[in-house]
């Protein structure tokens, strides 16, 4: 098996995982998005925290706080913005608009780091926006709020991504994992306990399984980018919508429109463009 079949299996296993922690989200049923955002990173802390136990990394040695703090706010408001939309809209909605966050990486690139966007980049994000417009349907009521938020949460996500960047190999990556979760459960916990939503046995169950699944889901694509470079293997991570498509189908008995169908198809067609132009 070559590195780039590897990489490939890899990132389709990251996808089928976040899918399938969005599933387990959904199936935990009607909790603040903030407490089941607490338990996604309470495993992160304990899965991470072991490894860097284990791997004997000294926290010490750390020393880009404000960019890690920053990351962290941004990966904490991408989460809880994220699990609101898994909740309340579609799972494959929700699964596309947060593949906008790669767009909006992009433009942040441009705007904090100096990075060079082509014309042909330019042109990839107007098509990918388009798509979103066929998605959310823009309208004048209650029901574009949770496309909104997330929208918000691939912003979100897009501005870690770009703060990681400028990280680059600055911090070891479970540091920066670490960080997140830690500062993540740090904030999250008072304003769950606070109001805290009392949970049965089953929702329990499906938040440590989406606080699994959603840890697969991260070293399925660390291992990834080990293996192959972006450029070869990054479009495979789109497996992830046909997946939340089926899992909405089959479990919550989902089924998007044509508007969304063309949405996704827009979105996927961007995507497709810079891809090739990154390998060309």
Do not use: W
């Not at 070559?2 to 996808?15: D, F, M, Q, Y």
């Not at 992160?44 to 706080?65: A, C, P, Q």
């Amino acid at each position: 098996m070559t590195n780039k079949t590897k990489g490939i299996l890899c990132i389709t296993l990251s996808a089928l995982s976040f899918a399938l922690m969005a599933v387990f989200i959904k199936l935990s049923g009607d909790l603040p998005s903030v407490q089941k955002s607490l338990f996604r990173n309470v495993m992160g802390v304990i899965v991470v925290g072991s490894l860097i136990y284990k791997n004997k990394i000294d926290l010490r040695e750390v020393k880009h706080f404000k960019l890690l703090t920053l990351r962290s706010v941004l990966g904490t408001v991408g989460v809880i913005t994220n699990f609101y939309a898994v909740d309340h809209l579609y799972l494959a909605d929700a699964n596309i608009i947060s593949r906008l966050s790669t767009f909006f990486l992009l433009i942040f690139s441009f705007l904090f780091l100096n990075e060079k966007v082509s014309v042909k980049q330019i042109i990839a994000i107007v098509i990918a926006f388009i798509g979103a417009a066929f998605v959310i349907r823009p309208q004048f009521s209650a029901e574009i709020v949770p496309y909104i938020i997330a929208l918000t949460g691939a912003l979100c996500a897009g501005g870690a991504y770009t703060v990681l960047r400028a990280l680059g190999k600055k911090e070891h990556p479970l540091v920066v994992v670490f960080y997140f979760s830690s500062f993540s459960t740090l904030v999250l916990l008072p304003l769950v306990l606070t109001n805290f939503v009392t949970m049965t046995t089953s929702q329990i169950f499906a938040l440590i399984l989406a606080g699994v699944f959603a840890t697969i889901g991260q070293f399925g694509v660390t291992f990834a980018y080990k293996f192959a470079p972006a450029s070869e293997i990054s479009i495979y991570n789109f497996t992830g919508v046909i997946f939340s498509a089926i899992l909405g189908f089959i479990l919550f008995n989902q089924s998007s429109d044509y508007m969304s169908y063309i949405g996704y198809i827009t979105i996927f067609s961007a995507s497709f463009y810079m891809f090739k132009q990154k390998k060309a």
